[in-house]
C-alpha cells in the first residue's frame, strides 16, 4: 500500500496520553480503506477493544472525523480530517509559487512531481502535481512514503545536517533496524549522488513500477527543510533517462523555484491569506461534555488542541495553549508530549519553547482525498478553466454548516491568493454554498440552516433573505455568485446535479475584480462552469 500505518510505541513517559494516541490510531487505520472499516476491523488494526473502538469512535462521529454508514455498518473518515492540516498548508508559501512550474513539468515528463517534508521517519506530500491516473499508487497531499526506500526521503537524509541525519538515523535504528541494515548500501549510494549531482535516486526501491529522483529545496519554512520530487511509471522510461533526461529537468526547476521564493521573500509582501470565516464550524465544546470516561475526554482535548491552530498561529507554546483551552499547564504539557511522538505537532527549531503543527495533521487527510475519484477526474479541466479566466476554480463538499475545499487550481493571477485544500468556507456568505444550498434537497436544506441558526445565529441574521435570492438566481442561470465572503474576488458556483458518491459536490471559481463584474461576464463564468460540470458528470456515468 501507498501508505505505511506507523504505529507509535506506548511510551513509559508519564506525560504520554495513551488514550490520545489511541484515538489517533482509528484515524490512522484507514490508510488502505477506501470502503470504510467496521468496528471489528478497526479493533483489529489498532489493537483496542471493540469496546473502547465504540467508545472513541462516538466522540469521532461527533467531531465529523468519522462519518457511520448505516446500512454497511462501517465508518470512514469525515470531513473533518481535510480541515486539520490546512493551518499548516497555508503556511508553505512557497507552494503558491512552485505550483504552477511543478505543473507544467509533470505534463511534459508525464508524470508527478511532488513537495515533501519530513514525519519523524516517513515523508508526507504537501503538494503533488500528476499528469497521469496511476494504478499501482496514487501521490496525493498527505502521502507518506518511507525514508529509506523513496528518492524524497534519501534526498532530505543526504542534505540534513549532520546533527539532524543522527537523530533521524537514530530513530530508524530504534523503529526499524532491519530495514536500516537493509537499505545501508542505497543510503551510501544516495550520499555520493547527492554530494556528486545534489539529488538522489530511487529506481523502483519503493515501487517497483515506479523510478523517482528528489532534490532537496534550499527553503526552510519554519525550520523544516522541503524537498521536490519527481516519479514517473517505469515503463515510459528509457534506459538512463531518470539520470539523464528527469534529473536536469528536476534541478532547474528547484533552483527556479528558489530564485522565485528569495525574491518574493526579500521584495514585497505576499498575497494575503484568505480571511477566516466567521467561526462556520461548531463552538469548541468543553472536553468533560464530549464523553463521560477519560479516554474521550483526553481525545476531545487533544482534537480541541489542534484546532488552536489557525492560519497565521504558526507557533503556539505551553502557555499560550492553556489559556486557550482553559486547561492547566500540566494537562496541556501531555497532550502536546504525546502530539509530537505522533507527528501532528512539532517542537519550533527556530528556538522558541512553542510548537508548530507536523506534517501528521496533513497526512491523517490523505484516506478521503485518494478516495475522492471526482478530485482526479476533475483535475486537468480545472487547470484549464482557471487557465482560461485568469482566476481559481475549486471543488468542494459540505463540512457541517460550511464548505471545505478539496482542490484548489489556479495558473495565472499572482495577486490571488485562493483557498487551498482543507480550507473551511461559511454557508451563506460564499457562492459555493449558496449553490449548495440550491442543489440539497428541500430536507437537506432545511436541516443545514437550522443548524446555522443555532450555531452562528450572528450570521443567520446578518444573511437574512440570501438563499431566495440564490435560490431565485439558480433557478434563471443555473449558478450562485457573490462577493460577499470577499469583496475584491467575484465567485460563482455551479453544484453537481446528483451526489458523487454519496457527496454533494460544487465547482466554484473566483476572479479578482475590485469592481463588480459586468452581469455578462457573470453569466459567462457561470456558462463555463456548467460546461465542466456537465463534461465530468457525463465521464462518471461513461
Known amino acids: ?133 496511476p494504478s499501482a499508487f496514487l501521490p496525493d497531499v498527505g502521502a507518506t512514503l518511507p525514508l529509506l526506500a523513496s528518492a524524497v526521503g534519501r534526498a532530505w537524509l543526504a542534505s540534513a545536517a549532520p546533527g539532524e541525519r543522527a537523530e533521524a538515523l537514530a530513530a530508524l535504528r530504534a523503529h526499524a533496524p532491519a530495514q536500516l541494515a537493509a537499505w545501508a548500501p542505497a543510503l551510501a549510494q544516495a550520499g555520493r549522488d547527492f554530494a556528486h549531482r545534489g539529488l538522489c535516486f530511487s529506481p523502483g526501491h519503493f515501487h517497483s513500477g515506479v523510478h523517482a529522483v528528489a532534490v532537496p529545496l534550499d527553503v526552510r519554512l519554519g525550520g523544516e527543510r522541503l524537498v521536490l520530487n519527481c516519479g514517473l511509471p517505469a515503463r515510459r522510461l528509457a534506459p538512463g533517462e531518470l539520470a539523464g533526461l528527469v534529473a536536469p529537468r528536476l534541478l532547474a526547476l528547484a533552483r527556479r523555484i528558489e530564485q522565485e521564493w528569495r525574491a518574493e521573500s526579500s521584495g514585497a509582501a505576499p498575497p494575503a491569506p484568505w480571511p477566516a470565516p466567521p467561526a462556520p464550524a461548531p463552538a469548541r465544546r468543553r472536553a468533560g461534555e464530549d464523553a463521560a470516561h477519560a479516554a474521550a475526554q483526553t481525545l476531545a482535548r487533544g482534537l480541541d488542541l489542534l484546532a488552536c491552530f489557525e492560519p497565521g498561529d504558526e507557533v503556539l507554546g505551553n502557555a499560550q495553549l492553556a489559556r486557550r483551552l482553559g486547561l492547566s499547564p500540566q494537562t496541556v504539557v501531555r497532550l502536546t508530549y504525546t502530539l509530537v511522538q505522533l507527528g501532528l505537532l512539532r517542537r519550533d527549531p527556530l528556538g522558541s519553547s512553542g510548537y508548530r503543527l507536523g506534517a501528521g495533521t496533513v497526512a491523517i487527510a490523505y484516506p478521503m482525498l485518494a478516495g475522492l475519484r471526482l478530485r482526479a477526474l476533475a483535475r486537468p479541466g480545472m487547470l484549464a478553466l482557471s487557465q482560461k479566466i485568469g482566476g481559481a476554480v475549486s471543488l468542494g463538499l459540505r463540512h457541517q454548516a460550511g464548505m471545505v475545499y478539496v482542490q484548489t487550481a489556479w495558473r495565472t493571477d499572482g495577486r490571488l491568493l485562493p483557498p487551498d485544500t482543507g480550507a473551511v468556507m461559511p454557508m451563506l456568505a460564499t457562492a459555493m454554498g449558496r449553490a449548495w444550498l440550491c442543489g440539497a434537497r428541500p430536507a437537506e436544506r432545511r436541516a443545514v440552516l437550522n443548524e446555522i441558526a443555532v450555531r452562528d445565529p450572528a450570521a443567520a441574521r446578518r444573511h437574512a433573505g440570501v438563499v431566495e435570492r440564490a435560490m431565485a438566481q439558480f433557478a434563471r442561470h443555473g449558478h450562485c455568485s457573490s462577493r460577499d465572503f470577499r469583496p475584491e474576488i467575484e465567485a460563482v458556483a455551479v453544484p453537481f446535479t446528483q451526489p458523487v458518491d454519496a457527496i454533494r459536490f460544487v465547482l466554484n471559481c473566483g476572479v479578482l475584480a475590485p469592481q463588480p463584474l459586468p452581469s455578462r461576464t457573470v453569466l459567462a463564468l457561470g456558462s463555463a462552469l456548467t460546461e465542466l460540470v456537465h463534461a465530468l458528470e457525463a465521464s462518471l456515468a461513461a
Open 1 to 133: 500500500m501507498f501508505r505505511y500505518i506507523e504505529r507509535v510505541p506506548a511510551a513509559t513517559d508519564p506525560r504520554y496520553a495513551s488514550s490520545l494516541a489511541h484515538g489517533l490510531a482509528l484515524l490512522d487505520a484507514f490508510a488502505d480503506a477506501p470502503a470504510g472499516l467496521s468496528n471489528k476491523q478497526l479493533a483489529e488494526r489498532t489493537g483496542l477493544s471493540k469496546a473502547s473502538v465504540s467508545r472513541l469512535s462516538t466522540l469521532l462521529l461527533a467531531r465529523g472525523l468519522l462519518l457511520f454508514d448505516a446500512g454497511t455498518r462501517r465508518y470512514r473518515l469525515g470531513s473533518t480530517a481535510l480541515t486539520l492540516g490546512y493551518p499548516l498548508l497555508a503556511s508553505l508559501g512557497v507552494r503558491r509559487l512552485a505550483r504552477l512550474p511543478m505543473g507544467l513539468l509533470a505534463e511534459e515528463l508525464g508524470g508527478a512531481v511532488s513537495l515533501a517534508m519530513r514525519k519523524h521517519h516517513q515523508m508526507v506530500y504537501v503538494e503533488t502535481c500528476r499528469w497521469h491516473q
